[in-house]
């Protein structure tokens, strides 16, 4: 399995920008081929699937709520996927957390490797 670390959230004010990290390691036919999803976790709501970027970088989805503000991008070099977040809102407010499902296309869903999260808050 992949490990997966989060990095990048704090405290942002309304409007704001910051930008998450999900470093990977483990086996080097993995780390650079999976895709890797992002999601959050608000208290006392679901888990949210906000986005997620394939095997070859070549495709990325997002969810409505995050679209146009959010962007997922990845480093081959660092084995890194980061997602850049802009015009934050209260709402944003949650733990982000990346997973990988193993699998190269964002298709599958089933996420068997998770990241320990990282606490987003957006607040004036």
């Given amino acids: 399995h992949l490990q997966l670390v989060e990095s990048g959230g704090g405290l942002v004010q309304p409007g704001g920008s910051l930008r998450l990290s999900c470093a990977a390691s483990g086996h080097l036919s993995e780390v650079n081929h999976v895709a890797i999803h992002w999601f959050r ?5 679901e888990r949210e699937g906000l986005s ?34 802009s015009s934050l809102k ?4 949650a733990v982000y957390l990346c997973g990988a499902t193993g699998a190269p296309s964002c298709s599958h869903t089933a996420v068997t490797s998770w990241g320990q999260g990282t606490q987003v808050t957006v607040s004036s």
């Fill in 52 to 85: 997620c970027i394939d095997g070859s970088s070549e495709s990325v989805r997002y969810a409505d709520s995050v679209k146009g503000r959010f962007t997922v991008s990845r480093d081959f070099a660092k084995a890194t996927v980061h997602l850049q977040m």
């Fill in 90 to 93: 209260p709402e944003d407010t």
């Fill in 41 to 45: 976790q608000a208290p006392g709501k």
